[in-house]
């Protein structure tokens, strides 16, 4: 009789062992198969539209203004900005622009601006694909422009940039971030 409720015991112990590692195992199966979800600070964003038949594309990291002062706080005025965060925002087109009175042939750019309270400075450069603005260099800007920037008082929340059409060969390109709107008129050469 001591054998047996010894045995039955036993046999009571070991199936609640395994029954308790097959409740852990499925829980460490959960853990791996559950993925982090993590708060993208600066999410990817795009911007395009066909204005005639030139395909206008625009490529950007979003930051937000999270309670902060933008321009001329995190950002100093009278300073290369890679007009997003993280990598270059950077415009392709596959036919030649007119911006400014300035020809900006077909290709893709990075896009760099100097932002200041009066006026701003745009600038197209052959380097687009670079991280921020550690590589940029004045000497491959194609195309270099001033435009007044708007002030307005609703706060865009996250970087946002707007390639609008305005008539058959006539668009727009503007962003918008914090108090602050930019923009300028492009035509698509014939």
Same mark, same amino acid.
């Given at each position: 009789?001591?054998?047996?409720?010894?045995?039955?015991?036993?046999?009571?112990?070991?199936?609640?062992?395994?029954?308790?590692?097959?409740?852990?195992?499925?829980?460490?199966?959960?853990?791996?198969?559950?993925?982090?979800?993590?708060?993208?600070?600066?999410?990817?964003?795009?911007?395009?539209?066909?204005?005639?038949?030139?395909?206008?594309?625009?490529?950007?990291?979003?930051?937000?203004?999270?309670?902060?002062?933008?321009?001329?706080?995190? %950002?100093? &005025?009278?300073?290369?900005?890679? =007009?997003?965060?993280?990598?270059?925002?950077? !415009?392709?087109?596959? +036919?030649? $622009?007119?911006?400014?009175?300035?020809?900006?042939?077909?290709?893709?750019?990075?896009?760099?601006?100097?932002?200041?309270?009066?006026?701003?400075?745009?600038?197209?450069?052959?380097?687009?694909?670079?991280?921020?603005?550690?590589?940029?260099?004045?000497?491959?800007?194609?195309?270099?422009?001033?435009?007044?920037?708007?002030?307005?008082?609703?706060?865009?929340?996250? %970087?946002? &940039?707007?390639?609008?059409?305005? =008539?058959?060969?006539?668009?727009?390109?503007? !962003?918008?971030?914090? +108090?602050? $709107?930019?923009?300028?008129?492009?035509?698509?050469?014939?």
């Amino acid at each position: 009789m001591r054998k047996l409720l010894t045995l039955f015991c036993f046999a009571i112990l070991f199936v609640g062992c395994k029954n308790q590692t097959k409740s852990e195992n499925k829980e460490l199966q959960n853990e791996q198969v559950t993925p982090t979800k993590k708060n993208v600070l600066s999410p990817h964003a795009t911007a395009m539209t066909m204005i005639g038949d030139a395909h206008i594309h625009i490529d950007y990291s979003s930051p937000g203004v999270r309670n902060r002062i933008v321009f001329g706080g995190l %950002l100093a &005025y009278d300073s290369v900005w890679q =007009a997003g965060a993280h990598n270059a925002t950077w !415009l392709e087109t596959n +036919k030649d $622009l007119l911006i400014d009175g300035k020809t900006l042939p077909a290709g893709k750019y990075g896009f760099f601006t100097i932002p200041s309270k009066e006026e701003w400075t745009l600038i197209f450069n052959n380097n687009w694909e670079q991280h921020g603005k550690e590589e940029y260099n004045a000497k491959e800007d194609v195309l270099r422009f001033k435009v007044k920037p708007i002030i307005s008082e609703t706060i865009t929340e996250h %970087l946002e &940039y707007k390639v609008k059409k305005k =008539a058959n060969h006539e668009g727009e390109i503007s !962003l918008a971030w914090e +108090k602050v $709107l930019v923009g300028f008129n492009i035509t698509v050469k014939q």
